[in-house]
């Protein structure tokens, strides 16, 4: 029988997290870590020195990550695509939103109402 071991750790949400534990626990290189900053794709939450990133940049990290690596992109067209990411999730909440207003409309609100064609000297 083979048992598989899963470590996994929570975390309070106004929790910071270190570069050091970035890299330590999650296997993120010191280097990689300050281009992102230096690119502008993460931003610490304290000094640069004693950088510190809120929970949420823990995925943001491992999804640079394997930008960089599956797809070969430098820092700052990581950065680009994290951006454009981030840009659609906005719209497909936006678009989830107006799909449920929609929903909210009666039926007879939800079907345009038909247009009339009119054609250029024709009855």
């Given at each position: 029988m083979n048992v598989e071991r899963i470590e996994?750790?929570?975390m309070a949400e106004q929790q910071l997290v270190s570069i050091e534990e970035l890299r330590?626990?999650?296997?993120?290189?010191?280097?990689q870590l300050h281009e992102f900053i230096a690119h502008g794709v993460l931003e610490p939450a304290g000094a640069p020195q004693g950088a510190a990133f809120r929970l949420e940049t823990?995925?943001?990290v491992r999804t640079a990550c394997r930008l960089q690596?599956?797809?070969?992109?430098d820092a700052h067209a990581v950065g680009v695509v994290l951006q454009l990411l981030q840009r659609v999730r906005t719209l497909e909440r936006e678009i989830f939103a107006l799909r449920a207003q929609l929903g909210a409309m009666q039926p007879d609100d939800r079907e345009p109402p038909e247009a009339e064609i009119?054609?250029?000297?024709r009855p």
């Amino acid at each position: 029988m083979n048992v598989e071991r899963i470590e996994a750790t929570w975390m309070a949400e106004q929790q910071l997290v270190s570069i050091e534990e970035l890299r330590d626990r999650w296997g993120v290189s010191s280097s990689q870590l300050h281009e992102f900053i230096a690119h502008g794709v993460l931003e610490p939450a304290g000094a640069p020195q004693g950088a510190a990133f809120r929970l949420e940049t823990v995925s943001l990290v491992r999804t640079a990550c394997r930008l960089q690596e599956e797809l070969e992109l430098d820092a700052h067209a990581v950065g680009v695509v994290l951006q454009l990411l981030q840009r659609v999730r906005t719209l497909e909440r936006e678009i989830f939103a107006l799909r449920a207003q929609l929903g909210a409309m009666q039926p007879d609100d939800r079907e345009p109402p038909e247009a009339e064609i009119v054609t250029p000297g024709r009855p």
